[in-house]
């Protein structure tokens, strides 16, 4: 079992950023893939961002692509997620999460946080 816990949420104005960390314990060398996830009033939930482990691939959603970066530190098992250039509509839940790949783990099979805010206001 994995063990995730998330920080570094908070409200900002647009235009403003804010960077999450993930720590993640436990089974950690359990899920190849690990990354954030968001999910709006109203929204499905959506992956934003992720590392692959294996390969050291990265996702991003289309929509956060050149504003949001995604970054892993192994020595603290630690997972980062800088957001730069916020606007309103990235307001919303975001949850740190592992499993085997962004569509798996949405399906539900991985392990998620307990989510952390970010309020983006205009």
């Known amino acids: 079992k994995m063990l995730l816990a998330e920080s570094g949420g908070g409200s900002v104005q647009a235009g403003g950023s804010l960077r999450l960390s993930c720590v993640a314990s436990?089974?950690?060398?359990?899920?190849?893939?690990l990354g954030w996830f968001r999910q709006a009033p109203g929204k499905e939930r959506e992956g934003v961002a992720a590392?692959?482990?294996?390969?050291?691939?990265?996702y991003y959603a289309d929509s956060v692509k050149g504003r949001f970066t995604i970054s892993r530190d192994n020595t603290k098992s630690t997972v980062y997620l800088q957001m730069n250039s916020l606007n309103p509509e990235d307001t919303a839940m975001y949850y740190c999460?592992?499993?085997?790949?962004?569509?798996?783990?949405?399906?539900?099979?991985?392990?998620w946080g307990q989510g952390t805010q970010v309020t983006v206001s205009s």
């Open positions: 999460a592992a499993g085997p790949e962004v569509d798996g783990i949405l399906r539900g099979h991985g392990y």
């Open positions: 436990g089974d950690t060398y359990s899920s190849d893939c």
């Open positions: 590392i692959y482990t294996s390969t050291g691939n990265l």
